[in-house]
Nanobody, 122 residues
Framework: QVQLVESGGGLVQAGGSLRLSCAAS????????MGWYRQAPGKQRELVAG???????NYADSVKGRFTISRPNGKNTFYLQMNSLKPEDTAVYYC????????????????WGQGTQVTVSS
């Protein structure tokens, strides 16, 4: 079974920093695109940042220059470094990845983490 496990959420004051981690485990052949999404109360889930297998990244306009997505050494753990946090960044953050399990002969399956709460106080 493949699963994504997140860690690193919490409560922080405005202007502070947090780093989220997402570890993929299980019988994995390869991991393609990875991303972080967030969902605030009463709002739709939105893409925060994404990274391709080749290392190309993209960010929501609201987090550009403050957040950084990374996947060091191409391993099965990726991160979201969040700096200069604002109260409007408060949300449940989910990691997401397109993974080809070893039992799958072709194609990928989309997996989600369980979500981690990030709360930024003013």
């Amino acid at each position: 079974q493949v699963q994504l496990v997140e860690s690193g959420g919490g409560l922080v004051q405005a202007g502070g920093s947090l780093r989220l981690s997402c570890a993929a485990s299980g019988s994995i052949f390869s991991i393609n695109a990875m991303g972080w999404y967030r969902q605030a109360p009463g709002k739709q889930r939105e893409l925060v940042a994404g990274i391709t297998r080749g290392g190309s990244t993209n960010y929501a306009d609201s987090v550009k220059g403050r957040f950084t997505i990374s996947r060091p050494n191409g391993k099965n753990t990726f991160y979201l470094q969040m700096n200069s946090l604002k109260p409007e960044d408060t949300a449940v953050y989910y990691c997401n990845a397109d993974i080809r399990p070893r039992l799958l002969s072709s194609g990928t399956i989309e997996y989600w983490g369980q979500g981690t709460q990030v709360t930024v106080s003013s």
